[in-house]
Antibody, heavy 121, light 110 residues
Framework: EVQLVQSGAEMKKAGESLKISCKGSPNSFTRHWIGWVRQMPGKGLEWMGVIYPDDSDTRYSPSFQGQVTISADKSLTTAYLQWSSLKASDSAMYYC??????????????WGLGTRVTVSS | QSALTQPASVSGSPGQSITISCAGARSVFGNYDLVSWYQQHPGRAPRLLIYEGIKRPSGVSDRFTGSRPGNTASLTISGLQSEDEADYYCCSFTSRNIWVFGGGTRLTVL
C-alpha cells in the first residue's frame, strides 16, 4: 500500500515564502508521478500540477504556472510545493496524490491527508 | 469556472439511483477514456471511484458505475445509502497533457 505523508499545517503572512512536503513510499516514489491538488475553503478540487521524480519532468495547470513550484528529492522520496511570496488567496488545503500505475500521470489512486495553509494579510 | 461542467447538486432517497453528468468540450476531454470520478466526504481526502471512464478500483462498491454517453461522462450511484452523501468530482486528462477537475456535485441523500 502506498502511503503519502504530508507536512503539518502552516500559518504564514502574505509575502512570506513556504515549502510544504509530501513523503512517499521508497519502493515506488521515483517512478510514479506525484501531483498536487488545491481545495480552497468551501470550494472544489483544483489540479495544480505533477512531477515525475526520476527525471523531474513537471507539468503545471495554466492556472498555477508561475505561481508555485513543484519539485522532488529522490534521495528523500519527497515531493514539494513551494511559494516564493504567499498571498491571502493561497489559503487552502493542499493534497498530494499519486497514481497506482507508473506509466501515467493520473488518475490519483493514493492521497495524502492534506496540508492546510493559512495566509494572513 | 471549471472547463468540466457538473450539476451543483443532486439528491435522492435511500435505495434510489442518481446520475451525475460531466460535460466538456472535446478539446478539454481529450480522451473520453481517461475520465475519472472521485468521492469526497467533508474533512476527508478524495477517494478514487472510477477511472478510464468505466473501471472501478479494487474495493469500490459496484453500486458506482461510470459511463461515457456521447460527449459527456456520467457517474451513476444505485441503491443510494446515507454514506453516499458527499461531494463528487469528475476529472479528465486533457489535450494539454494535464488533468482538470469538474466543479463538483454535492449529493444529498434525503
Amino acid at each position: 500500500e502506498v502511503q503519502l505523508v504530508q507536512s503539518g499545517a502552516e500559518m504564514k503572512k502574505a509575502g512570506e515564502s513556504l515549502k510544504i512536503s509530501c513523503k512517499g513510499s521508497p519502493n515506488s516514489f521515483t517512478r510514479h508521478w506525484i501531483g498536487w491538488v488545491r481545495q480552497m475553503p468551501g470550494k472544489g478540487l483544483e489540479w495544480m500540477g505533477v512531477i515525475y521524480p526520476d527525471d523531474s519532468d513537471t507539468r503545471y495547470s495554466p492556472s498555477f504556472q508561475g505561481q508555485v513550484t513543484i519539485s522532488a528529492d529522490k534521495s528523500l522520496t519527497t515531493a514539494y510545493l513551494q511559494w516564493s511570496s504567499l498571498k491571502a488567496s493561497d489559503s487552502a488545503m493542499y493534497y498530494c496524490a499519486t497514481p497506482r500505475d507508473s506509466d501515467s500521470s493520473g488518475p490519483f489512486d493514493y492521497w495524502g491527508l492534506g496540508t492546510r495553509v493559512t495566509v494572513s494579510s | 469556472q471549471s472547463a468540466l461542467t457538473q450539476p451543483a447538486s443532486v439528491s435522492g432517497s435511500p435505495g434510489q439511483s442518481i446520475t451525475i453528468s460531466c460535460a466538456g468540450a472535446r478539446s478539454v476531454f481529450g480522451n473520453y477514456d481517461l475520465v475519472s470520478w472521485y468521492q469526497q466526504h467533508p474533512g476527508r481526502a478524495p477517494r478514487l471511484l472510477i477511472y478510464e471512464g468505466i473501471k472501478r478500483p479494487s474495493g469500490v462498491s459496484d453500486r458506482f458505475t461510470g459511463s461515457r454517453p456521447g460527449n459527456t461522462a456520467s457517474l451513476t450511484i444505485s441503491g443510494l445509502q446515507s454514506e453516499d452523501e458527499a461531494d463528487y468530482y469528475c476529472c479528465s486528462f486533457t489535450s494539454r497533457n494535464i488533468w482538470v477537475f469538474g466543479g463538483g456535485t454535492r449529493l444529498t441523500v434525503l
